[in-house]
């Protein structure tokens, strides 16, 4: 630790010294100065060679939240899709798959705790990547946001079962602040309990979609499998929803300086858990969709539709059971996409973007703790305020996850259109590399414009001029930290360039 303290301070002194014996004056802004100081100070970084493969791959699956999907995000896509609703999946699968296959071309050759913002400034430059961190700051902890209101849904289900009944802002509060404590004392401790837990509800999922196929037979639902009175219009609308299905699998890169060989880890995680997602929510959408054919209460009316098709098939202690893991799976989506957004925020941070302290880490545990405060109170605000005006959990979910992702869409393209310019500068950019970026980007199109034209009722016809107003923001704060210190963002390029040519080395000399 000594010596890395050393190595910092004679590299900020050199820095210094170079710039002063320039031929012209050169004077240090307050800012750069602050920033400069900030890097001394900072006693600790985040503990490298840490997680564990299986630990890289926990923080995908719990970000993507798989069990939760059928819990709650299922029957919002079947509002707008209906029998198309698999479909839709299937299409949104595709999608990510193309997307996980751009990202992967960075994944394999560098690793960064800035996750999706590092790899587009390697690819786009430092200004197109400030913009898309602050997006994906947004799309975090809004997603934190959205999966908060599952769990509180669910935390208030078990409890009339039991016959009490708690406030949900009390109940949203505090299933922050154990989530807060987990994410500043140990990301090994994370991953752990996000994978444990989600394990054993999608078990219980698994074992609830056999038992409807079982009672019914697998052709057993013919308006799905003809799409009767399926629109393609129905399926665009519902595709806003369904990608927020998947979104935060790539949260893996942002594990880049706390993984045990990242270069293999992450890559193999961003495949694994999308095409395990995928597979999973196209088979229990059709499962879920049928279930319910003939019921009395539609799909999207149910507050726990597969405890209802559990207590249907006679199996209601399986329902309870899949009711707790719901909970604990969006509380687990919670903490992951706390721990997501916070290394984002916090290598933002360490490049002055934002205040220096958000760029610090805990002196015992190593842990990014004040970026993960910051995301953690974010992330609770919306619901408990949207709660507050006396808005219901479903309609909040629905809300703040279709904002949120808008902002997962504008990195995924901007991913998709960094690869060929990343791999054109290295030398490496072949023509099946275009192809696959041009088909990305129009694939990642259409739920963007679905969500625009045919103008969706309201509340929804207002999100896409929520976030433009969020990126307008952005831009003109980003704007202002350019004018007046503006060698942070030459600064970025030489950080992230070295963290690109030290992960060169290390595949050149495995080779």
Same mark, same amino acid.
């Given at each position: ?42 006693? @600790? ?24 999907? =059928? ?38 050759? @560098? ?50 079962? !039991?016959?009490?009944?708690? =406030? ?24 752990? &309990? ?54 935060? &699998? ?96 916090? @290598? ?59 902002? &997962? ?51 929804? !016809?207002? &999100? ?48």
């Amino acid at each position: 630790m000594e010596k890395a303290r050393e190595t910092a301070a004679v590299a900020v002194a050199l820095n210094l010294r170079s710039r002063l014996s320039c031929s012209e004056p050169y004077s240090l802004s307050n800012t750069e100065i602050k920033s400069m100081r900030c890097g001394v100070k900072r006693k @600790s970084g985040l503990k490298s060679e840490y997680v564990s493969a299986t630990g890289v791959l926990a923080q995908s699956i719990a970000n993507i939240a798989p069990s939760a999907t =059928p819990a709650y995000v299922i029957p919002l896509v079947f509002a707008t899709a209906g029998n198309g609703t698999w479909l839709t999946y299937l299409f949104a699968t595709i999608a990510m798959v193309l997307v996980g296959a751009n990202l992967n071309q960075f994944a394999k050759r @560098s690793a960064s705790p800035g996750s999706l913002y590092a790899f587009i400034a390697k690819g786009l430059g430092p200004d197109t990547a400030v913009i898309a961190g602050w997006a994906l700051i947004l799309a975090y902890f809004l997603t934190a946001s959205a999966v908060l209101c599952g769990f509180v849904n669910y935390t208030n289900v078990l409890l009339q079962l !039991a016959g009490y009944f708690v =406030p949900p802002i009390f109940i949203s509060v505090a299933g922050s602040v154990i989530a807060w404590f987990i994410a500043c004392k140990d990301i090994k401790l994370s991953a752990r &309990f996000m994978l444990v837990f989600e394990l054993i509800s999608l078990i219980s999922i698994i074992v609830l979609a056999v038992a409807v196929i079982a009672k019914h037979g697998i052709h057993f639902d013919d308006p799905q499998l003809t799409l009767r009175n399926v629109s393609v219009s129905n399926i665009r609308i519902g595709l806003v929803l369904a990608f927020f299905s998947f979104v935060g &699998f790539e949260s893996a890169t942002s594990l880049g300086e706390e993984a045990r060989n990242p270069l293999r880890s992450i890559p193999r995680a961003l495949t694994a858990s999308v095409l395990f997602a995928g597979v999973f929510f196209v088979i229990l959408s059709f499962t879920e969709v049928a279930g319910f054919a003939g019921s009395p209460i539609r799909l999207n009316e149910s507050e726990a539709p597969l405890s209802q098709l559990a207590n249907g098939l006679g199996i209601g202690g399986l329902g309870l059971l899949i009711s707790i893991g719901a909970l604990i799976s969006f509380w687990a989506c919670f903490l992951a996409s706390v721990n997501a957004g916070a290394r984002v925020l916090y @290598s933002m941070g360490r490049h002055g973007i934002f205040h220096c302290s958000v760029g610090s880490t805990h002196e015992e545990h190593q842990t990014p703790h004040v970026a993960v405060t910051v995301v953690t109170v974010l992330s609770t605000g919306p619901t408990v305020v949207l709660m507050a005006l006396g808005h219901g959990l479903f309609d909040i979910y629905g809300w703040v996850g279709t904002i949120a992702t808008f902002g &997962f869409l504008l990195n995924y393209v901007l991913i998709a259109i960094a690869a060929p310019a990343y791999l054109h500068r290295e030398k490496e950019l072949s023509g099946k590399d275009l192809v696959l970026s041009a088909v990305t980007v129009l694939v990642l199109s259409i739920p963007i414009a679905g969500s625009i034209y045919p103008v969706p009722p309201a509340p929804y !016809a207002y &999100f896409p001029w929520i976030f433009l107003g969020w990126l307008l923001a952005g831009g003109l704060w980003f704007h202002a930290r350019k004018r007046f210190a503006p060698r942070i963002f030459s600064d970025i390029e030489v950080h992230i360039e070295d963290i690109h040519r030290r992960y060169k080395v290390i595949r050149e000399s495995a080779d």
